[in-house]
């Protein structure tokens, strides 16, 4: 399966560069790459050919989804979104608020996929191949969809709107706020 960069090395690179939107790209990176593994877990469960690699792989994608995905569209919600709303700009706004909409279609997609994808990690057979199957299928659509519209549309136009201070604030902010979430899920 493919090597992929971590949610920490996202953030290192946001802090180097004192750019936010480095880490976000770079999130944009990763989801996609794991919505690839997602659809390939797909077609080794409907295969049978679920192993040790398989699991683990399935493993990653579940808690890449459960946190570092949230914690990105909370980047977004709290960084990218605000300014642009406020704007006077109909179709920016129009564009903000789909996004806004698609975290939550998002979110919710993933809670029907979760647990057959940590049924599989666990080596437990009782996911449903037909939900994974669909549900796969529509989660990876909307994501595709979502991440199109803020690369060619939406961070344009928050980066063009953003001091550079300002997206370096971003940057340090992020990185902070990731570092407290993995040590307080790491104490849990």
Sequence with gaps: MNAMPTAAAA????????DGF???DACHQQTLMLL?????????????????????RAGVIAKFFS???????????????????????????????RLQQDHGWLEEDWFELAPHVQAVAGGYNWYDIDMLREGVAVF???????IELEESFI?????????????????REMAARHRAERAARRTR
Excluded: K
Excluded at 40 to 56: C, F, K, M
Excluded at 68 to 97: K, M, S, Y
Excluded at 140 to 146: E, P, R
């Design 22 to 24: 480095a880490a976000l």
């Design 11 to 18: 953030s290192l690179h946001a802090t180097a560069t004192g």
């Design 36 to 56: 690839d593994e997602l659809s390939d877990l797909v077609a080794r469960v409907e295969q049978g050919n679920i192993d040790a690699a398989t699991r683990e």
């Design 155 to 171: 961070y344009p136009e928050a980066q063009a709107r953003m001091p550079v201070g300002e997206r370096r604030e971003m940057g």
């Design 140 to 146: 990876s659509a909307l994501y595709h969809d979502h």
């Design 67 to 97: 946190t570092t995905a949230r914690e990105h569209h909370e980047d977004e919600e709290r960084h990218v979104f605000p300014p642009l709303v406020a704007t006077a700009n109909p179709e920016v706004i129009q564009a903000v608020l």
